[in-house]
Each structure stands twice: as structure tokens, then as C-alpha cells.
T-cell receptor, first 113, second 115 residues
Framework: QKEVEQDPGPLSVPEGAIVSLNCTYS??????FMWYRQYSRKGPELLMY????GNKEDGRFTAQVDKSSKYISLFIRDSQPSDSATYLC?????????????FGPGTSLSVIP | GAVVSQHPSWVICKSGTSVKIECRSL??????MFWYRQFPKQSLMLMAT?????????EQGVEKDKFLINHASLTLSTLTVTSAHPEDSSFYIC???????????FGSGTRLTVV
């Protein structure tokens, strides 16, 4: 079983739709959970960062963490064509500069105008 | 915010030659940097953890003699792909974290093509 699993998609939605992206993981020691967005041939950029279970909202983005189920989600409201990218979930055990981050395989999203 | 600069952004080299990729933290000091490899439509695979002033820590299955990592200062780590082969063609990305900030900052990546 892989440490972090994510539906690779591709996921195609019409503009304005609500998008739901999900990851499951196997290691209960993960404490910090992140979502990154990666455009083609670019480095990932951090979208959301959460600690332990709960919800976090930032503009059109909402991140949810359910540690009991080892399940995290990213919701995108009012999706825009500019949201078309690959979304990577990521998680780590600690918050120091030397803690490794483990990535999911990424979900490719296309928002159709 | 933290900025990580990576150069070159793309490189083409002949089989058997070596290629050096630089990763710099521009406005913060990074005692640790991470090197990832990404194949098309696949996720980031951690190759190694680069530690300033000490040897890098390599992930299982990564050849340390082939992927040489040098972290000589608090703002610079280099990855050298030695005796490159076509199967080494990939997208290489570095990342670092500024203490006190959430998440990691990534470089823009280097697309290596070995012909």
C-alpha cells in the first residue's frame, strides 16, 4: 500500500462548479497536511496548510482533514479556468525545516469555460 | 515570502556527460533542502535530503554516486547528475523551508533531457 493515495483523474468540470479533491494515507503519524498546485513544467506552489484534523478556508479553497479516517480533502468553489492544474496533496510528520514531505500522485484538473 | 531559485530551467546533454543543477534560497537560510524527481504525469519522488555541511541522505533506490549532492553553504545546494543516460531524463525540483513559515517553497524545476 502506498503511503499516500490520490485519484489521478483527469477531472474535468465546467466553470463555476465545485471541485472536490481527495487523498487517503496510511501513516497515522502524519500531523501536517498540505495542498500544492502545480502548473505544467513549473514547481508546485503551496495552496493550503493545515495541522491535525479540522477545516481551513482561504478564499475559494477549503481544506478538510479527518485524521480518524486518514482522509483529506480540498474543495474549490466557483472554479475558474485558471484553476486548471495538477493538485498534489502532501503531508509530513513535523514542522521543522528538515522534516520530509510525502506527496500524493496528484490529480489533474481541467476547468472548462 | 521565501523564494527558491533553481537553475538551469532546462538542459540538454549528451549521454555520458555530467550536468549540475543549482538550488538557491534567495532571502533565507536553508540548512536543509530536498531534491525531487518527477516523471511526466507522475508525482514528486523524493530523491535525497541535502544537509548543509554534511552528507546528503538518499532515499532507498537512489544511487548516491550517480546523483551527487553538495550543500556547501546555507543558501546553495547542487545536484550533479553524473554520466547521464537517457533514462535520467526527467524534471528535477528542489525545495526548502524557511524556519517559522508554513509549508515548503519549491524551485521552478529543471527539465533534463539526455540524448
Amino acid at each position: 500500500q502506498k503511503e499516500v493515495e490520490q485519484d489521478p483523474g483527469p477531472l474535468s468540470v465546467p466553470e463555476g462548479a465545485i471541485v472536490s479533491l481527495n487523498c487517503t494515507y496510511s501513516n497515522s503519524a502524519f500531523q501536517y497536511f498540505m495542498w500544492y498546485r502545480q502548473y505544467s513544467r513549473k514547481g508546485p506552489e503551496l495552496l493550503m496548510y493545515t495541522y491535525s484534523s479540522g477545516n481551513k478556508e482561504d478564499g475559494r479553497f477549503t481544506a478538510q482533514v479527518d485524521k480518524s479516517s486518514k482522509y483529506i480533502s480540498l474543495f474549490i468553489r466557483d472554479s475558474q479556468p485558471s484553476d486548471s492544474a495538477t493538485y498534489l496533496c502532501a503531508m509530513s510528520w513535523g514542522e521543522t525545516s528538515y522534516d520530509k514531505v510525502i506527496f500524493g500522485p496528484g490529480t489533474s484538473l481541467s476547468v472548462i469555460p | 515570502g521565501a523564494v527558491v531559485s533553481q537553475h538551469p530551467s532546462w538542459v540538454i546533454c549528451k549521454s555520458g556527460t555530467s550536468v549540475k543543477i543549482e538550488c538557491r534560497s534567495l532571502d533565507f537560510q536553508a540548512t536543509t533542502m530536498f531534491w525531487y524527481r518527477q516523471f511526466p504525469k507522475q508525482s514528486l519522488m523524493l530523491m535525497a535530503t541535502s544537509n548543509e555541511g554534511s552528507k546528503a541522505t538518499y532515499e532507498q533506490g537512489v544511487e548516491k554516486d550517480k546523483f551527487l549532492i553538495n550543500h556547501a553553504s546555507l543558501t546553495l545546494s547542487t545536484l550533479t547528475v553524473t554520466s547521464a543516460h537517457p533514462e535520467d531524463s526527467s524534471f528535477y525540483i528542489c525545495s526548502a523551508r524557511e524556519e517559522g513559515l508554513r509549508g515548503y517553497t519549491f524551485g521552478s524545476g529543471t527539465r533534463l533531457t539526455v540524448v
